[in-house]
C-alpha cells in the first residue's frame, strides 16, 4: 500500500491538474485560481518528476488542448533528472544483483539518467560490454501513489468537461497510467524488447541484444550500443553522413512500425536513436511500446489518403472511424474544416513553419468543433513530431505532409495486407467465400424470424448516450426538486409553505422545459 503523498506534493499535483483543466476548457480561472504560466507549469513538473515528466512529454503533443507557449515549455521537458544518491544506488544495485553482482567492472557513473531508472557501463567475465538499467530506488511506489492522486483528483475535474473533451483527457490520462505503470516494471521492458526483436531483429535497424538471465523487475542487462544522437547533426556532418539518408531511414522504419505491424515504439526522443558510423539506425529504451490494432492503422491510412487526394467525404469517414470526430459532428461544418486544411497541405510554397501556423489557427478558429484524440493517436502523434522536428532542423524547406506522404503511398499495398499481389488477394478471398455465405445466411434467417440485432459503433453509442443525457438531465433534476417541495411541506409544516412551492414550482419548470 503507497504512502499517501506529503501536502505540499499534493497541492502541486492539484495546480498541475488545475492548469491543465483550464487550459483546455480556455478559462481564465477555476476555483479563483489562475492557471500556473507556462514556466512555472514546466519547474511544477520538474519538481514533481517521474509520472508528471512523461506525462508532460505525452501532453507536449496536444495542440488541442494547450497554447504555443505551453506547448513550447512542455517540449522542453526531458526525461533526465540527477543520479540517485549514493546510498539509494548502493540499495538499488543490491535488490537488484544480491551479494555477488554478475559483472568484472561496474561503473558507479550513469552513462544517463531518467526518472525510472539510470543507466551503467558494465563488463562481463566474457569480456562482453554492457548497458545496465538500474530501476530507482522506491519508484515503482512512487509511480503508483502519483497515479492515485491524479486518478482522485481528474473525478473532481471530469464533470465540467464537454463530453468530447472529457473523453479525450480521460483517454489520455488513463492510458498514460496504464503505461507508466508497466514502465517501472524492468522485466515488461524485456519482455517489449524481446517482442520488438522478434518482429524487426532482422531488418536495417539495430536493437540491444538482452541478457533476460541477469534481468529482472529491478534490473535489465542488455549489449552496449554506440552512435551518434540522431541530433548531433555536426557529429553526423564531420563523420560524412548525410542527415536526408538518416530520416528517411528513420520514416521508413516508422511506417513500417505504425503501419504495417502495428507494433511501434511509442517513446520516440533524439536520446534513444543512435546513428552508428555506417548511418545505420539504432533504437534504444523499450518500455513504451505500444500495439495498433488493424482497423485503426487502415483508418489512418485512409485519412493520410484522402486528405492527398482531396476527397471530403472519405476523410470525414475515416475520421470519425478513427474516433477524431464525434459522431454528431455537423457534417457542413466538418467539410467546411476539410477543405480549409486541404487547401493548407496543398499548398506547395508554404515552408513547414508557415504551415504549421496557418493549420493552428484553422484549428483555433473551429475549437467548438466535437474533435477528440485518441490515446492511440496520441503516441503516433509523437513519433510524427519527432520526424517533423528533426527534419525541420536540418532540412530546408522540410514539410512532414509532403515529405512524408509519398513514401506513405509507397506503402499503402503492404500496410492494407495485400504484399503478396493480385492473386493471392483473390485466393484469400474466396477461401474465405463458404464462411460469408453462411453469415448472409444467418443474417436473412434473423431477419425473417424478426431476430435481427445491429451493431451499433462506439461513436454513434457515445453520441446517442450524450443526447439521452441532455434530455434526461432537467427531468431528474425537476423530479427532485418536486420531491424536495413536497418533504419540505411535510417537515416544516407552516412555516415551510413558501418554500416547498417554490421548490415545486422550480421543479415542475425543469421537467415542462425537459418534456418540451
Sequence with gaps: MPRPPS???LWLTFRFLHTVFVLVRRRERFLFLAPLP???????????????????????????????????????????VDPMPRADFQAAFRLAFGDAPPFTTFDDTPLASASIGQ???????????VAVKLRRLGVEKQVRTDIAAIRAMLGAFTPF?????????????????????????????LANLRKFTDAYGQGPVRLPRPYPE???VHALVMSYETGWRIDDLASLREAGIPFSTVLDALIDFYIEQMLVRGYFHADPHPGNILVRPGGELTL???GMVKRLPADTRVAMIEVAKSAHDRDYETFIAACKRLGIVAAGADPSEMMEFAERMFDIFGDASLSAASMQALAFSVLDSMKDLPFKVPQDIVYVMRASALIEGLGVTAIDNF?????ILPRLRHNLTRALGAEAGLFPTLRGELQNLPLTLRRAKTVLTDLSESNLRVKVSPETLEFVTDRLRLGLRPLAVGGTLMAAGFLAALTLGDNGVWPAWG????????????LK
Design 38 to 80: 507556462p514556466r512555472r507549469l514546466k519547474d511544477a513538473v520538474l519538481t514533481l518528476g517521474v509520472c508528471f515528466v512523461k506525462l508532460a512529454q505525452v501532453l507536449a503533443t496536444r495542440a488541442d488542448f494547450f497554447p504555443e507557449d505551453y506547448l513550447a515549455e512542455l517540449r522542453g521537458v526531458h526525461d533526465e
Design 161 to 189: 468537461f464537454a463530453s468530447a473533451t472529457k473523453n479525450s483527457v480521460e483517454a489520455v490520462l488513463t492510458e498514460f497510467s496504464a503505461m507508466i505503470v508497466r514502465e517501472a516494471d524492468l522485466s515488461v521492458e
Design 119 to 129: 543507466v551503467h557501463a558494465a563488463t562481463l567475465p566474457d569480456g562482453s560490454l
Design 503 to 514: 421548490l415545486f414550482g422550480l421543479g415542475a419548470l425543469q421537467v415542462w422545459t425537459g
Design 284 to 286: 534504444l529504451d523499450f
Design 214 to 216: 541477469l534481468s529482472s
Design 7 to 9: 501536502p505540499g506534493r
Design 399 to 403: 514539410n512532414g505532409v509532403k515529405d
